[in-house]
Structure formats: C-alpha cells, structure tokens
C-alpha cells in the first residue's frame, strides 16, 4: 500500500511538472526565433557606411531599410541630397529625424560626413570635370588650381544624377504601349508593373513582390515619378531602379537585364522601364517593391489585385 501510494504520488508529481514545463519550453523555443531575426535586421545595419563611386542617398537608404529624409537629416544633407566618394554616413538614423530638423537653422556640427570632398559627386560617378574652372570674376587674371584654390561647386542642383542620356531613352520607351491596364482595386495612378500574376507576394521572407517573366516581357513604371537611382541592384539582382513616386513613396524594381531610363528622368505610370531581352532563368526574374517612409509595405493595395 505505502509503496504504491508512493509510487503514484510521484507520477502524480512528475505529471504535474511535465504539464508545467512542456508549455514553458514549448513558449521559450519560440521566443528565441523572433528575437534573433530582429537581431539580425539590426546587426545587418553597420553604424557608419562609406560612400563609393556610384553610390546615391535613396540607394544606400533603400539597402538600410531607411527613410531618405531621416538618413539626409542625420547627415546634414540638404535637398538635392548630394553624396560624395569618400563621405562617411551616419546609419544611425532615429526615425521621424527629419521632423526635429530645423530647416530655418544652418547647422552648426556637421556630423561624420565628409562632404566637402573635391571628389565628384557620388551620383555623378561618369562626370570627372578638372578642378581648374576659368569662369571666375572678368576682371581678375585666371587662376591656376592650386592648394589654395577653393574646391569646385557641385554640379547645378536640380536633377541628382547623369541627365544627358534622358531624353533619348525616354522617346524610345514610351514607343511601346503595351502596358497591362490598371487593375481593380487599383489606387489612382498606380497600375501593375508586369502583365503576369507574381509567384511570390508580400511577406513570409519577401518585402515586394517576385515575378518569373517571359522573353520579351517588358517592366513598365507603376506610377508615375522620377528616377532617383539606377544602378548595381541588391539581393541577387543586377540592376536596381528606384522611382520617387511622392515624398512618401518610392517603387523599386529589381531586374536581371539592364535597365532603358537613366538617373534624373521623368517617367510616366506604363513607361517601359527595361525589356526581358534572353531566354535564361536569371534574366527572366523581377522583383518589385514599394516603401512608404523607408519602410516595405505591401504593393497589392496600391497596384491592385
């Protein structure tokens, strides 16, 4: 009797720990999941970046998953957001930075930004103009460049990036008027960028959508903006075009094949923006994302279903 009850009052225990611990591990084996991910969306953010030739601000904020306007006001970089090779940006961006930026105070410390470099700027990486400019005040001799010199303004404000190739491209692309209609559901001026279903939408790993398209498929601009970036792409992608939509929202479009519009052009909702010119796999893969304050959101709201 004592030693069955013994017995029983110990499975009896060793029930009631099991019923209290399988749950607790159950609970903590999935904590560490979420924690590590957000980790890893921090750790992947280095503190400072180093501007290279070629670079762009909406470039290096769309890498880092920021807003533009918070990565320039963290930076002391006013509009038309001028970079220059060798600048040192701050990534250590406060979201809403833009908001405590006082527009009316000139600043007083720029930060870790080198930017009085006499490098060119960053988003003009084909333009490699001397330093000795003569177009100084008629009545003095001209100067030779020297220590002493003052450096070389950037080049006019306006449109950040190469323009002279834009209108050419721009005549060719809108040639083409197969854009697929905008869909129901759509938001005004918006239309989907591709005439086929995606294999892969928002979320579970993806921050856009992911289309599989066919030779001789063409990726036309959803809305409406200007090209603030075309370049080398991200995430397995060659090429990369980010069209500034409002100061809201910013398109990507990541492409295999290079791209017809050129940094600083103007394009229109159902402008071709590149062709699928080869018949491989690779070329044959797109990738389309929106951002809304430097955040990815989902395009389906916005393009339709």
Not at 16 to 38: G, K, M, Y
């Amino acid at each position: 009797m004592s030693v069955g009850w013994r017995g029983g009052v110990a499975l009896t225990v060793a029930a009631a720990v099991a019923a209290l611990v399988l749950p607790a591990c159950t609970q903590h084996s999935r904590a560490p999941v979420a924690d590590r991910s957000a980790a890893t969306e921090v750790s992947a953010r280095p503190n400072t970046y180093m501007v290279i030739r070629g670079d762009s601000l909406y470039a290096i904020a769309w890498r880092y998953q920021l807003d533009y306007r918070d990565l320039a006001a963290a930076n002391n970089i006013r509009d038309p957001y001028i970079i220059y090779p060798g600048d040192v940006l701050n990534l250590r961006v406060i979201e809403g930075a833009r908001f405590r930026a006082s527009p009316s105070a000139p600043a007083q410390s720029p930060p870790t930004t080198a930017r009085r470099s006499k490098a060119p700027p960053a988003q003009t990486a084909d333009r490699t103009k001397p330093t000795t400019t003569t177009r100084r005040q008629p009545g003095k001799p001209p100067q030779v460049a020297g220590p002493t010199s003052k450096p070389a303004k950037p080049p006019p404000r306006g449109k950040p990036a190469a323009t002279p190739a834009t209108r050419v491209t721009a005549a060719a692309s809108r040639s083409a008027n197969a854009a697929p209609p905008a869909r129901a559901g759509a938001t005004r001026g918006w239309r989907h960028p591709v005439g086929v279903r995606p294999t892969q939408g928002f979320g579970r790993g993806s921050l856009g959508q992911d289309y599989v398209l066919t030779p001789g498929a063409r990726v036309y601009s959803a809305s409406g903006g200007v090209v603030m970036y075309a370049g080398p792409g991200l995430g397995g992608f060659r090429h990369l075009v980010i069209v500034k939509v409002s100061n809201q929202y910013l398109a990507a479009y990541g492409l295999n094949v290079a791209p017809v519009v050129r940094e600083g052009e103007a394009v229109e909702a159902g402008q071709v923006l590149a062709a699928i010119d080869g018949d491989g796999a690779l070329s044959r893969r797109f990738h389309f994302e929106v951002r809304r304050d430097g955040k990815p959101v989902d395009p389906k709201p916005l393009i339709g279903s």
